[in-house]
């Protein structure tokens, strides 16, 4: 079945740096976008980056521009986010999910925590 | 401040209907596609509606979309209690070549 899979949440203090990666299988990793999207404590949802199939687009929200950036590696069916200058409210549980010009398949999220 | 405009919150009784309406823009809502997402308590979010209108299998047919103009509306009837949670509008933004979510419903089932 269609799976995704984050891991690489943890707490790490303010101006360090975190890998995010997103397993995933069941389908055509390499036919579809990716998204990352994140939820602060309490929060809506934010989305944060979307890369295309082919990794050759990337997008980003303001808040993360220049600190974050997305990539995928086909042939391992891997989605990451490097993010890098880490604040607090970068504080959130980060969620993978494939686009089909629209989030349709959803992973289970890894949260980060930053603190000193 | 989100780019696309939802009530914070809305309730009804079991077995009412609800509209849920999200308000945006002609670079956003008015020349894309519309999805609505659900996210139950605890749980990873989960794509109600997509293309404006069209329910993912397994989706049942209590739950409905809508959109004119610049405007969406997630339609539910029949309310469980289970459908208790927070729903979110979300579509492309053009003119900030960013995809954009609504701030969020909360729906009480009463």
């Known amino acids: 079945q269609v799976q995704l899979v984050e891991s690489g949440g943890g707490v790490v203090q303010p101006g360090r740096s975190l890998r995010l990666s997103c397993a995933v299988s069941?389908?055509?990793?390499?036919?579809?976008?990716m998204f990352w999207v994140r939820q602060a404590p309490g929060k809506g949802l934010e989305w944060v980056a979307l890369i295309s199939d082919d990794g050759s687009s990337k997008y980003y929200a303001d808040s993360v521009k220049g600190r974050f950036a997305v990539s995928r590696d086909n042939s391992k069916n891997t989605l990451y986010l490097q993010m890098n200058r880490l604040r607090s409210d970068d504080t959130a549980v980060y969620f993978c999910?494939?686009?089909?010009?629209?989030?349709?398949?959803w992973g289970q999220g890894t949260t980060v925590t930053v603190s000193s | 401040q989100s780019v696309l405009t939802q009530s914070p919150s809305v309730s009804a009784a079991p077995g009412q209907k609800v509209t849920i309406s999200c308000s945006g823009s002609t670079s956003n809502i008015e020349n894309n596609y519309v999805s609505w997402y659900q996210q139950l308590p605890g749980t990873a979010p989960k794509l109600l509606i997509y293309d404006n209108n069209r329910r993912p299998s397994g989706i049942p047919d209590r739950f409905s979309g809508s959109k004119s103009g610049t405007s969406a509306a997630l339609g539910i009837t029949g309310l469980q209690t289970g459908d208790e949670g927070d729903y979110y509008c979300?579509?492309?933004?053009?003119?900030?070549?960013?995809?954009?979510f609504g701030g969020g419903t909360r729906l009480t089932v009463l």
């Open positions: 999910a494939r686009d089909s010009n629209a989030l349709d398949v």
């Open positions: 979300g579509t492309w933004d053009h003119s900030l070549s960013a995809w954009v």
């Open positions: 069941g389908f055509s990793f390499s036919s579809f976008g």
